[in-house]
């Protein structure tokens, strides 16, 4: 989308969108429950943030090492 209308998008955009299209989350997912973790009963937050946190930092330190110096 952004490459067909040649838009930038925000970090914030950009990082949103690359987290969910690397596939992490659903990886540390699968990786939480073969470990034997169950969720938390109640608030959510806490098992998004333990599945988005690190996508995040994979995410980041994929595109370092693809960037162009």
């Not at 490459?3 to 914030?12: A, G, M």
């Not at 996508?55 to 162009?68: N, V």
Request: charge should be negative; glycine fraction near 8%.
């Amino acid at each position: 989308k952004w490459l067909s209308t040649n838009q930038v998008p925000t970090s914030e955009d950009y990082l949103r969108n690359g987290v969910v299209t690397s596939g992490a989350p659903l990886v540390f997912m699968h990786l939480f429950f073969m470990l034997g973790h169950e969720l938390p009963e109640g608030n959510n937050d806490d098992i998004h943030r333990v599945i988005s946190c690190p996508a995040k930092i994979m995410r980041l330190w994929d595109d370092m090492g693809s960037a162009k110096v």
